[in-house]
């Protein structure tokens, strides 16, 4: 086959739809920006870090998170080759997660069905939340709201949940703040969303889907990272496992418009780099797999385009709702091994998650980079840049990269010091910011950052601005997260489900069969007769009605029968 198409991103999306693609025997190219692929996925080498003949550190746009309930990315992983197996063989499980805070206390959270009394005990204590003094009335509150969301019809979700923001349906606003504490600032915390924007059909079913790998007998748990570096053990093996089958790789390109003409896109200008000069990309079709901002951009740009395809008029609207998830790397001389899984400092104002990264990696030599001293590596999240620290005193997007180092250091100390675990300033070897994150020069006033990698937020309301992978242009596709998708949230799952949507779309105008396999979220068999129930009586207009099952006072009951039998 000689069709060819060009794929315009070279993040997960992209790489996902010329893995899809080169399949069925397309001639595919793919073009980025950057002169290493994988996109916001991506890890990097920290510049001018090693010395005496090692290699840089290794540095990354933020940490990589795999929940079970994954699995276009976990097939498609599965077809990369790597050494005797495939990339997905370097996915690990955790056991455990921590919540805590900078005041000390924490809350271990299982990731996975209980197999120990003691396991089973630390999901009893995450259910009734007394570790931090969650009043009993709202944490029966919002057991009976999860309910309410595990019962509700799909039909009840994609419409009356989906105009609702999280922070309204579990009425945050009339309950003590360490309910907020406990259970809106998890929101933030796992996809940096502020509770308030964000829909509650989206939180709703991305929690249902991380506590179904929970209470799920056979599943191996909702939390997985790599065991190395991502580029290193996936994204590079990826490259070139389809520069094998025969896809093209062109970096340091900067897409700019995109040429229309009798409803059809007749080619793309873009910019290289490298020369400093302009260039037409052609090709029989395009794939636009770039982030929603840059998808403005670029539609924006693009004379006549939305006379054409009015489905994209509402990606412009949906470029506003982006929040800032970006990584902060910090590198100690000292060993702490004492976290398993991720760390959600709950207090945190600016919402910190953070993993020791090398009781993952346990075949990445530290020693070999930087300057050998390395023992830890705390890869942290960012979440909240609009609210003032507890150290410098203002928000993260004011800050300049020094200050907020100081803060994230000053956090973690604290927190991790709460714990019976002293760090000083000198155990700090050094530390990385994720390079998009920049100051803006046209503020001179005052420190104010930009950032050329923010995260789609899936505010209420948003599904109807969200358009299709294919368009009605015939030959534009489109393999983004902001598509609509079953996975319904900004993620490498989403970007690779997009993919696959837009793979079968080019099938289709080619008349090929469609190989890309979709995967729909079922909710568990035994939830079937509620959605019945709520079904009939969201069609006749009426409200959900039902009871929670799960009564505090009963896994209080049974976690201290736990206890008693460890005494």
Same mark, same amino acid.
């Given at each position: 086959m000689n069709t060819s198409v060009a794929v315009l991103g070279g993040g997960v999306g992209g790489l996902s739809v010329a893995h899809e693609l080169v399949k069925s025997g397309f001639s595919v190219t793919v073009y980025d920006k950057n002169s290493i692929w994988g996109g916001k996925a991506r890890s990097m080498p920290v510049p001018a870090s090693g010395t005496d003949g090692r290699a840089d550190l290794p540095g990354e746009h933020g940490y990589r998170f795999f929940p079970g309930f994954y699995r276009h990315i976990d097939e498609t992983m599965a077809e990369i080759p790597y050494k005797a197996g495939s990339v997905l063989d370097n996915l690990v499980h955790t056991k455990v997660n921590l919540m805590t805070r900078t005041v000390g206390g924490e809350q271990v959270v299982v990731s996975r069905f209980p197999r120990s009394l003691r396991e089973l005990e630390n999901f009893l204590d995450f259910m009734i939340l007394d570790s931090f003094d969650v009043p009993q009335a709202d944490a029966q509150f919002f057991s009976q709201r999860i309910w309410q969301l595990m019962t509700s019809c799909?039909?009840?979700?994609?419409?009356?949940?989906?105009?609702? =923001?999280?922070?309204?349906? /579990?009425?945050?606003e009339n309950r003590s703040e360490n309910y907020r504490t406990m259970f809106i600032e998890q929101v933030r915390a796992l996809v940096a969303a502020d509770p308030r924007k964000i829909s509650a059909k989206t939180a709703g079913n991305i929690f249902l889907k991380l506590m179904s790998d929970i209470i799920n007998p056979g599943s191996h748990g909702n939390d997985r990272l790599l065991n190395g570096p991502t580029n290193d053990v996936w994204i590079d093996p990826w490259v070139d496992y389809l520069t094998d089958k025969g896809v093209t790789f062109i970096s340091g390109v900067t897409v700019q418009s995109l040429e229309t003409d009798s &409803?059809?896109?007749? &080619?793309?200008?873009?910019?290289?780099?490298?020369? =400093?000069?302009?260039?037409?990309?052609?090709?029989?079709?395009?794939?636009?797999?770039? $982030?929603?901002?840059?998808?403005?951009?670029?539609?924006? =740009?693009?004379? &006549? /385009? /939305?006379?054409?395809?009015? =489905?994209?008029? &509402?990606i412009g609207?949906?470029?506003?709702?982006?929040?800032?998830m970006n990584g902060l790397q910090?590198?100690?001389?000292?060993?702490i091994d004492h976290y398993s899984g991720h760390v959600m400092i709950m207090d945190s104002p600016w919402s910190l998650t953070f993993i020791s990264q090398l009781p993952f990696w346990k075949d990445f030599d530290i020693s070999r980079y930087g300057d050998g001293s390395i023992k830890t590596l705390l890869s942290v999240d960012i979440s909240d840049w609009h609210r003032d620290g507890l150290f410098v005193n203002k928000p993260a997007e004011h800050c300049t990269p020094e200050e907020i180092k100081d803060e994230v250091w000053g956090q973690l100390k604290?927190?991790?010091?709460?714990?019976?675990?002293?760090?000083?300033?000198?155990?700090?070897?050094?530390?990385? /910011?994720? $390079?998009?994150?920049?100051?803006?020069?046209?503020?001179?006033?005052?420190?104010?950052n930009t950032n050329a990698e923010p995260l789609l937020i899936n505010t209420a309301g948003s599904w109807k601005l969200r358009p299709e992978a294919g368009t009605e242009i015939t030959n534009l596709m489109l393999a983004a997260d902001y598509i609509r998708t079953d996975t319904d949230l900004a993620t490498m799952e989403a970007a690779n489900e997009a993919a696959r949507r837009a793979a079968n779309a080019i099938c289709r105008g080619e008349q090929l069969p469609e190989h890309s396999v979709i995967h729909e979220w079922k909710d568990p068999a035994w939830l079937h007769v509620f959605h019945i129930y709520d079904r009939s009586r969201f069609r006749r207009g009426l409200a959900w009605k039902g009871y929670n099952p799960v009564r505090i006072k009963l896994a209080g009951m049974l976690r201290s029968l736990l206890r008693r039998l460890w005494r």
């Open positions: 799909k039909e009840r979700r994609d419409t009356e949940y989906e105009q609702r =923001s999280a922070w309204e349906m /579990l009425d945050a &409803g059809r896109i007749t &080619g793309v200008v873009a910019h290289d780099n490298e020369t =400093s000069r302009d260039l037409i990309i052609n090709a029989d079709y395009y794939v636009l797999a770039v $982030p929603v901002e840059r998808a403005a951009e670029i539609i924006r =740009s693009s004379a &006549g /385009l /939305l006379d054409t395809a009015q =489905s994209l008029r &509402g609207k949906l470029a506003d709702e982006v929040e800032w910090l590198y100690l001389n000292k060993d604290a927190t991790i010091g709460a714990h019976g675990i002293e760090l000083h300033d000198n155990d700090l070897v050094t530390w990385f /910011l994720d $390079p998009a994150v920049s100051a803006d020069t046209a503020v001179q006033s005052h420190t104010h």
